[in-house]
């Protein structure tokens, strides 16, 4: 196994001070390699997404280190950093956080016109992607007239399209049932995950579990359990 | 356009409703500022008229005249002394004063007479009929073809009048450059027949006209008339004078500030309001932006570009309707005073950058507060 893509080591987290203060994350470590989906689970509060945004460069950690292929995430200046979460990093959220006055194929565009690519063949490129994940004859309606299926598929090309190496997915089924969460996860799993890119997903959805390479448990802020899934191993 | 750009186009004028209200908000503000700075200018410039028509250089008065229509008959004494001063080309005496016309239907319409310098006829008007050598004639007078000319049952050149108990006669149609301030028609006479038919105080001359030698003529001239108690006024100290009356002095400069405030705030109201609630809609959308690797510059930016877009266009838009209002209002009303200069397209445009700043300076602090963590945590 070469250098892990993600290597997290000792991180911790704590909101507010003196007695209020609490600890969301403490003492995590963990390595994320190359083509591995890696899971964060656990219940609400544990600090699931607390240890996701540290490692995706979106939450300043109080203690610890994150490196990406060897470079120290958060010694980088905010610029710095922005510019690697838009290369480098995918981002899915729960909600998804489209646009509701964009199409479809605008919001995938959006990593794209970040990166200051030309408005015309920005929108061929989200076309692809649109295709990728089954959409493309959906490329001009706007988000709202999409089902929740259809719009996690649309925030999965937005993800991708600038083809990050890093996938972050928050709660990607919370709002699915049980049957397209499943095929999306499955989706991701087969179509989207390569030797190149690293997933992380963040779920309580046990019903997914069995496509993870790996699982972290967490509760209570510390990381109490690694499984590997050996049915997965390459 | 850069991509950018183009989203936050999109983003905006795809919020059909909110665009609405924004440009409605602006439009309606900038509509009114420039009605009510154009009216006043208008205004200001009607009452100037005078000064402009006459076209004198230096203007002799009695220090408390603050408008054409209130001059101080002034004595004899002034406008020899006029001519007297070194640098002084010529001098001429104006009478300026109102009378009342008896109309063929036994009604009266007021009138403003001015009465020309016998010698030089300096100040008359340009006459579209008629001939200038014909106002020496026997009761005559020239009427100004403006926006007040009908209320004297458009006469033509020999129509009869009485004024005043006498006769009068139309030789000539004239045209000048600006009507009035208070709607009542002109007539023009010379110097002697004016004061001759109206009834004046122990003094007639209104004004002493003077034409310098050479500008540099013009402050030795002034103190010597400031010597016997007068006023000698420039042509654009006149106008400023006059200016200065009714913006200062009647109440009517204080209530058009106060109603161009009054749309400011307006238009700063319905936009910012309506501006906050599309960026407080947006901010979980900004939120991810910023997630996915957007810079806060960036998303100021696009904050910047949608407020001033908005803002542009409501601009034009009220600019444009308020040309449109004042083009019908004039065909309909050709005594409608309105004028709209750059100056005040100007101040309009730059309350509007101030609106459009103050908007999405509002805007801009929510979208930087906005943390991509947030995002995550919903």
Request: proline share 3%.
């Amino acid at each position: 196994m070469g250098e892990a893509l993600i290597r997290a080591s000792n991180m911790a987290k704590w909101f507010g001070e003196g007695e209020a203060r609490t600890m969301a994350v403490r003492d995590a470590s963990f390595e994320v390699q190359h083509g591995e989906m890696l899971y964060i689970v656990g219940p609400s509060g544990s600090g699931k997404t607390t240890l996701l945004s540290m490692v995706s460069g979106i939450l300043k950690p109080n203690g610890g280190k994150v490196t990406v292929e060897g470079r120290d995430l958060w010694a980088m200046g905010d610029d710095e950093l922005a510019d690697l979460r838009l290369k480098r990093i995918g981002f899915v959220f729960q909600d998804y956080h489209l646009f509701p006055r964009l199409t479809t194929l605008e919001n995938v565009a959006i990593p794209l016109i970040l990166k200051k690519v030309e408005w015309n063949e920005a929108m061929r490129r989200s076309m692809e992607y649109l295709e990728v994940v089954g959409l493309k004859d959906r490329a001009n309606l706007q988000p709202v007239k999409l089902s929740g299926g259809e719009q996690q598929r649309v925030a999965i090309a937005r993800a991708i399209v600038g083809k990050p190496d890093i996938l972050i997915f928050d709660e990607p089924t919370a709002s699915l049932d049980g049957d397209t969460g499943r095929k999306i996860v499955e989706f991701v799993k087969t179509r989207i995950l390569d030797e190149n890119r690293c997933i992380i997903i963040v779920t309580h959805d046990s019903r997914i579990y069995e496509y993870a390479d790996t699982i972290l448990k967490m509760e209570d802020g510390k990381i109490t359990g690694v499984e590997k899934n050996h049915l997965h191993e390459k | 356009m850069k991509g950018i750009f183009r989203i936050a186009l999109k983003l905006l004028v795809n919020d059909k409703s909110k665009f609405t209200a924004l440009l409605v908000g602006i439009t309606f503000a900038v509509f009114l500022m420039v009605m009510m700075m154009s009216m006043f200018t208008g205004i200001l410039a009607k009452s100037c008229a005078p000064v402009y028509n006459i076209g004198a250089r230096i203007w002799v008065m009695d220090p408390a005249v603050n408008n054409t229509i209130s001059s101080i008959p002034m004595p004899d004494y002034v406008l020899s002394t006029s001519r007297s001063i070194e640098g002084v080309r010529y001098a001429v005496p104006l009478y300026y004063g109102g009378a009342q016309v008896k109309l063929k239907d036994g009604t009266f319409q007021s009138v403003t007479v001015i009465g020309l310098d016998d010698a030089t006829l300096f100040g008359r008007p340009e006459l579209i009929e008629g001939k200038i050598e014909d106002i020496f004639a026997e009761n005559a007078f020239l009427v100004v073809k403006d926006a007040e000319y009908a209320k004297l049952e458009k006469p033509t050149v020999g129509t009869e009048f009485e004024i005043n108990d006498n006769r009068g006669v139309i030789v000539g149609l004239a045209r000048v450059a600006s009507s009035g301030l208070f709607g009542v028609p002109t007539l023009y006479t010379t110097f002697k027949r004016a004061v001759t038919y109206i009834p004046s105080a122990r003094f007639t001359t209104s004004y002493v006209l003077i034409e310098p030698k050479s500008d540099t003529d013009i402050p030795r001239i002034q103190r010597e008339i400031r010597k016997i108690g007068y006023d000698a006024l420039t042509s654009e100290q006149f106008v400023r004078k006059i200016s200065d009356f009714y913006t200062y002095k009647t109440g009517m400069g204080m209530n058009i500030m106060l109603m161009t405030a009054i749309s400011f705030i307006v238009g700063l109201s319905i936009s910012g309001q309506t501006f906050y609630t599309f960026i407080l809609e947006n901010l979980d959308k900004f939120g991810a932006m910023k997630a996915i690797g957007a810079k806060g510059r960036e998303l100021i930016s696009m904050i910047l570009f949608q407020s001033f877009f908005t803002s542009l266009v409501g601009y034009g838009l009220g600019v444009g309707a308020a040309s449109t209002f004042m083009t019908i209002a004039k065909l309909r009303l050709p005594e409608y005073a309105a004028q709209t200069t750059f100056t005040i397209l100007g101040f309009a445009l730059l309350m509007v950058v101030v609106i459009a700043g103050i908007s999405s300076y509002i805007g801009v602090r929510k979208v930087l507060q906005i943390q991509p963590f947030d995002i995550f945590r919903g």
